[in-house]
């Protein structure tokens, strides 16, 4: 079966500090990736996505994330991290099977400190 | 850009009752509409696909007769938690894009927190 598999569960980091949050995903076949995040209180937006071209993508807020299809990885990272980054963060694949359909990962928390 | 939109936002009900959630699409239509549940400190989970003019297709171990699902017109889907009881307290998102950009990430909705007392 299809699944997403976010390792870091609580990342706690320090203003400035460098951020890299781990995704693999399982499934051989045609995908699309994605990172939403999820702030306090609020609902998930799109951070960034992957759906063909170059491996490297950037999003908004300075994140990018890197797909290496041998590795079935897709980290999202960023350089130096903001106290307003603390936030929910999901990583996402559309896989297509019969339909369409998007699997979640377990999501990571992360809390910046100041 | 994609709105969709959710409500209630906040139901409470008894247990036994039943409970209609829906979903809109604002600006564009959707064939597809996903629903999801979020539990607390955990992931979304995929209920089920949500497909207007035909039936629902369900995830594994999702009940199908317990949450109903009807996308009766190309904005609207609705969940019907019916017969709730405490255990389906949740939080429910719904998720679309328009036909043809769910590769560029689906919009979703603020979600309803489901209440069974």
Redesign the interface.
């Given at each position: 079966a299809q699944s997403v598999s976010q390792h870091n569960h609580h990342v706690i980091l320090s203003e400035a500090a460098s951020l890299e949050l781990g995704c693999n995903y399982s499934y051989g076949g045609t995908v699309?990736l994605?990172w939403?995040v999820q702030y306090p209180g609020?609902?998930?937006?799109?951070l960034l996505?992957y759906?063909s071209g170059d491996p490297l993508v950037k999003g908004i807020k300075g994140f990018e994330a890197e797909f290496i299809k041998s590795k079935f990885s897709f980290n999202l990272r960023k350089p130096s991290v903001q106290w307003s980054d603390t936030a929910e963060y999901?990583c996402a694949v559309?896989v297509y099977s019969s339909?369409?359909?998007?699997?979640?990962?377990?999501?990571t928390?992360l809390s910046i400190r100041p | 850009g994609a709105v969709v939109s959710q409500h209630p936002s906040r139901v409470i009900c008894k247990s036994g009752t039943s409970v209609k959630i829906e979903c809109r699409s604002l600006d564009f239509q959707a064939t597809t509409m996903f629903w999801y549940r979020q539990f607390p400190k955990k992931s979304l989970m995929l209920m089920a696909t949500s497909n207007e003019g035909s039936k629902a297709t369900y995830e594994q171990g999702v009940e199908k007769d317990k949450f109903l699902i009807n996308h009766a017109s190309l904005t609207l889907s609705t969940l019907t938690v019916t017969s709730a009881h405490p255990e389906d307290s949740s939080f429910y998102i719904c998720s679309a894009a328009p036909p043809g950009q769910g590769d560029y990430g689906y919009t979703f909705g603020s979600g309803t927190r489901l209440t069974v007392v």
């Open positions: 699309n994605f939403y609020q609902h998930l937006q799109l996505k759906f999901f559309n339909a369409s359909k998007i699997i979640f990962g377990s999501g928390r | -």
